[in-house]
């Protein structure tokens, strides 16, 4: 796997847009953790993060709000949607950010695991799962009047929002 996904500049944000940021570089670190604070934080059965140094990045609007999950970690998330948007290690050298947040999560590779003792046991076979459509497909009656009423911030840099 090439590194290239790390050199690339890219932006991200919250569900609402009260919350953007711009990462400079990534490490090389994306992940998924399955630990039992992780899916607490997230509401969900994993995180999927990858670290951006300090120096990397930048709040372009708004600032996030943080929860001390222990007394060595925080959680950043939006005040506003509570959309979670990192891991801090008090002290570290780097956020570890939510991949979900990045406007293009799908160019930014899953490549570790962590916190496997947690990992819920319908995840180990996924692959075999019945595939049952697309959110189009499945709910086509829905669609237009979600879309044509959307209040989410679109996956790229606004002037302001809304």
Request: aromatic share 8%; net charge negative.
């Amino acid at each position: 796997m090439t590194e290239a996904y790390r050199y690339l500049a890219r932006s991200g944000g919250c569900q609402c847009g009260a919350i953007r940021f711009h990462a400079a570089e990534l490490r090389d670190n994306p992940h998924v953790c399955y630990c039992r604070m992780c899916q607490k934080a997230m509401g969900n059965l994993f995180a999927a993060l990858v670290g951006v140094r300090h120096h990397h990045l930048t709040w372009t609007r708004g600032e996030p709000a943080e929860f001390m999950s222990s007394d060595l970690a925080a959680r950043g998330y939006c005040r506003d949607c509570g959309t979670p948007l990192y891991y801090r290690a008090i002290g570290g050298e780097h956020l570890s950010m939510s991949i979900g947040a990045f406007d293009d999560p799908h160019n930014i590779p899953i490549l570790y695991q962590f916190g496997i003792e947690g990992r819920h046991p319908s995840l180990l076979h996924l692959p075999a799962i019945e595939e049952v459509g697309t959110t189009e497909a499945n709910m086509p009656d829905e669609v237009g009047p979600i879309r044509e009423t959307n209040h989410q911030h679109p996956d790229h840099d606004t002037g302001r929002w809304p």
